[in-house]
C-alpha cells in the first residue's frame, strides 16, 4: 500500500531554514508527481509545492517562491522541501502528497513552527 512517512520538522526563528523529507513506498515513485501541502490552524490545506515525475519540473505557491525548493531522488523514492528564510506565517503542519490512480495519499505530517 502506499505510505509517504514526513520528517524534518521542528521550531525554528524567523529568517531560518529547514529542510523536510518525505519517504514513499508502495508505488512506482519515478512515474508520480510529488506534492507539498501545509495546513495552519483554523485554516485550510493549501498546496505549498509539486514536482513531476520525469521532468522534475517545480511549480510553486506565491507565498513560498524564491524562499522553498521541492526536490526528489527516483533513486531513493524520496522528496524533499527545502525551506530557507522561514517566516511565522509558514508555521503550519506539511504533508507530502501523491495521486496515484485516482486516489490521493497523505502522509502523517510533519509539524513546522516559526518564532519571532
Known sequence: QVQLVESGGGLVQS????????AASGFTFRNYAMSWYRQAPGKERELVAVISSVTQTTNYADSVKGRFIISRDNTKNTVWLQMNNLKVEDTALYYCSVRVASSTYWGQGTQVTVSS
Do not use: A, P
Not at 529568517?15 to 518525505?22: A, D, K, T, V, Y
Open 15 to 22: 529568517g531560518g531554514s529547514l529542510r523536510l523529507s518525505c
